[in-house]
């Protein structure tokens, strides 16, 4: 048990800094008011950083960060940089760097919110997907190449925890192309598989859905299949182990949410079912996300990157991050084992439900025109009433 913890922010681009800020404002008031001293140090990586030093992140913070309990992220991502740039210089790097192996984000349609499915109000969504988040197409290997060329391509991939498998591919193309290399390690998959039932065990969940496309990339999700299989035969006797193409999950999450309790999901595809995830919770604004390392320091952000069209305008949804740093203080209560932690997590969950099911404050995603700071202020004063009432 820890008196006091170390948090570093990263706000990053557009909306990040917006929806951080309140995050922040709730959090620290929650947990100083229940005793618990908290410390932030700010970063400031992201585009302004970059234009002005053209460092993404540096090995430097990188060491600095891994001193941290938590890191607690905006978002990245900017109109004026190229793709990729800050996307896989910022965000990618603290997921590899850090073995961030698991992305945990909850899908539940809250009280007060309007899903896009017609017929389904709160309870009958409300999942977990688990996404994989450090292979498959994210292990950053690929190349292009010219017409009428012939190339070498040399790389070394840390899978599964592990350092350097090496790949080596030569291409003699006459049409000019390019190629992108997903891989599935055993060990990346065996670890993501079964951190996935431990979770659903602890929380009494009895079915995993696993996600794959093994009837067509047999090779990569052939393995992820294979291995799930096994290990799920382990745990058969608790936990009920089901396959799905991503296809067909994709078309159940709209069609029959209320059959899923844990998803769990390659890289790549659970990007995208999260996002998916997220429309039928409500939009973007509701969806929290933690990339987890269990043995070392882990990184919460919302699902939504910098929204560049909101940007400045304070009319960005705060809920998505509000959420995340309560799912990141869920966290270190189980790493930390410190009950008020675990207080003051369910204290700022409730105080968003509460706000939510009033009907008093929308935001411009939810139909309305309460600001980003004034959602902020209500979720503050009601977290404050509930830590005052004793609940
Ligand atoms: P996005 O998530 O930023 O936005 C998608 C849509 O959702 C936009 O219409 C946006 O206005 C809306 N939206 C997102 N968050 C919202 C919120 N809190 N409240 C209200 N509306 C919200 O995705 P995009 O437009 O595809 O990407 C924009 C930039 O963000 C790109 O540079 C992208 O690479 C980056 N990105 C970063 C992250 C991240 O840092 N975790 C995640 C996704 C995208
Ligand atoms: C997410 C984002 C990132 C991803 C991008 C911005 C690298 O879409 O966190 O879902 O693809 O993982
Ligand atoms: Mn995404």
């Not at 990346?188 to 602890?202: D, L, M, N, T």
């Not at 382990?234 to 994709?250: G, L, P």
């Not at 009033?358 to 309305?368: L, N, Q, R």
């Amino acid at each position: 048990m820890r008196s006091a913890y170390r948090i570093a922010l990263m706000p990053g681009d557009g909306i990040g800094p917006e929806v951080i800020r309140e995050a922040v404002k709730i959090g620290e008031a929650v947990l100083e008011s229940i005793g618990i001293r908290v410390f932030f140090e700010e970063f400031p990586n992201g585009a302004e950083h970059y234009l002005r030093t053209g460092e993404t992140l540096s090995e430097e913070t990188l060491e600095k960060l891994k001193g941290f309990d938590a890191i607690f992220f905006g978002a990245v991502g900017d109109p004026r940089i190229k793709p990729g740039i800050l996307e896989k210089g910022i965000l990618l790097k603290l997921r590899s760097s850090l073995d961030l192996y698991v992305n945990l984000r909850p899908v539940k349609l809250l009280n007060g919110v309007e899903s896009p499915l017609k017929g389904f109000g709160p309870g009958d969504i409300d999942f977990v997907v688990i996404r994989e988040n450090t292979e498959d197409f994210y292990v950053d290997m690929g190349g292009r190449v010219d017409a009428s060329c012939s190339r070498a391509f040399e790389f070394t991939v840390n899978t599964g925890g592990a350092r350097g498998s090496k790949y080596r591919v030569e291409v003699d193309s006459s049409s000019g192309e390019a190629f992108q290399i997903g891989v599935i390690s055993r060990k990346g998959a065996e670890r993501i598989i079964k951190f996935s039932f431990e979770y659903a065990i602890k929380r009494g969940m009895r079915r995993i859905t696993f996600v794959d496309k093994a009837n067509v990339l047999t090779e990569a999700y052939g393995l992820w299949r294979e291995i799930a299989e096994k290990i799920g035969e382990e745990y058969k006797n608790i936990v009920e182990s089901e396959f799905m193409y991503v296809d067909a999950a994709a078309l159940h999450m709209v069609l029959n949410p209320k059959r899923f309790k844990v998803i769990v999901a390659p890289n790549m595809f659970g990007d995208i079912l999260t996002d998916l995830g997220a429309a039928i919770q409500g939009g973007l604004g509701f969806a929290p996300s933690g990339n987890i390392n269990p043995d070392g320091t882990s990184m919460f952000e919302p699902v939504h990157g910098s929204a560049p069209d909101k940007a400045g305008k304070n009319i960005a949804n705060p809920i998505a991050s509000i959420l995340t740093f309560s799912l990141m203080l869920e966290h270190l209560w189980s790493r930390y084992n410190d009950e008020h932690l675990l207080e003051a997590s369910r204290i700022i969950e409730k105080a968003v439900e509460n706000v939510l099911a009033s009907g008093k404050f929308k935001t411009v995603d939810m139909g309305g025109n309460t600001k980003t700071n004034e959602m902020g202020d209500a979720i503050l004063a009601e977290a404050k009433r509930l830590v005052h009432s004793g609940r």
